[in-house]
């Protein structure tokens, strides 16, 4: 239910309201981003809702059952506020956002809440983006539990993987770009394969705070999972940690920590189970 001011609800019983839609976003790393479909700016609290934005939302869809309730935010692309290499940096992925309206000639009437939840699958058309945002019973429909599988089902430092990977982690600066792809270290001296599905983080230049995995390292040359949002530089400073595998031999041989290893090596797989049943 959904609580109001007496305020508000006058306001609201009356014969013409003065309302407007608000959007406020929050970031991973913190960043906080306010939108308005206002023809001017509206402060609220600590927050102020840019009005040039351009937002535009669909019908908030809602049920009583446990469906998902989810409705489309769509706005152009403004360098100002969202910018489309920040899109594509993953910088909005998983962005919670809340959206309600107030009265935009007396904001401390307090707010008419809509929807709180998070992005989903944010898409780009012509200069426009879409974003899907999806309510909290979005949460409910996740698996829960895991399943068996012969490799490992933790993250390389997680809870249930218990490696520090604070430990692991070096740094350094690139002395040698090829493209948003490859990059290089020659302070790096490290034996080839040790940064294998290792995570490159930037902490200067144009990609700082951006991650990215790694896919092969030899001889102070990283090869990149996907391409870096940015163009990478001489002179850009990174830390990077050992990547894992998730094999029990890797588990074993690389972080000595087996007696942590999340998986079951040792269970026959589909094939195993297939060639049997054809032997009978």
């Not at 939108?35 to 609220?44: A, G, K, L, N, R």
């Not at 446990?66 to 403004?78: F, P, Q, R, S």
């Not at 979005?138 to 068996?148: C, D």
């Not at 996907?226 to 530089?233: I, K």
């Amino acid at each position: 239910m959904k609580s109001l001011t007496t305020a508000m609800q006058l306001h609201l019983a009356g014969e013409v309201t003065t309302l407007a839609t608000c959007w406020k976003l929050t970031r991973r790393d913190g960043a906080v981003m306010g939108f308005t479909d206002h023809d001017q700016s509206i402060t609220v609290g600590e927050v102020t809702y840019q009005a040039e934005s351009g937002f535009t939302p669909s019908a908030v869809h809602s049920s009583s059952a446990l469906n998902v309730d989810n409705l489309d935010v769509e706005g152009m692309l403004d360098n100002a506020a969202i910018s489309e290499a920040d899109v594509l940096a993953g910088r909005y992925d998983y962005a919670e956002i809340s959206i309600f309206r107030v009265n935009y000639r007396d904001v401390l009437m307090g707010a008419l809440p809509l929807k709180t939840g998070w992005l989903g699958e944010v898409t780009l058309r012509n200069g426009r983006f879409i974003a899907e945002v999806r309510g909290l019973t979005q949460r409910l429909g996740q698996t829960v539990g895991a399943h068996y599988s012969p490799t490992c089902r933790a993250r390389l430092g997680d809870a249930a993987c218990g490696v520090d990977t604070d430990e692991l982690e070096v740094s350094g600066a690139l002395t040698d770009v090829t493209s948003r792809t490859q990059c290089r270290d020659s302070a790096r001296d490290e034996a080839a394969g040790l940064f294998d599905y290792g995570v490159m983080t930037f902490t200067s230049g144009a990609n700082a705070g951006l991650s990215m995995e790694v896919k092969r390292y030899t001889a102070g040359a990283f090869i990149l999972t996907l391409p870096m949002p940015y163009a990478m530089a001489v002179g850009d400073a990174y830390t990077v940690v050992p990547g894992c595998n998730k094999s029990f031999g890797t588990c074993q041989t690389k972080f000595n920590n087996a007696l942590n290893f999340r998986g079951e090596p040792h269970v026959p797989g589909l094939d195993a189970i297939m060639k049997t049943s054809g032997t009978r």
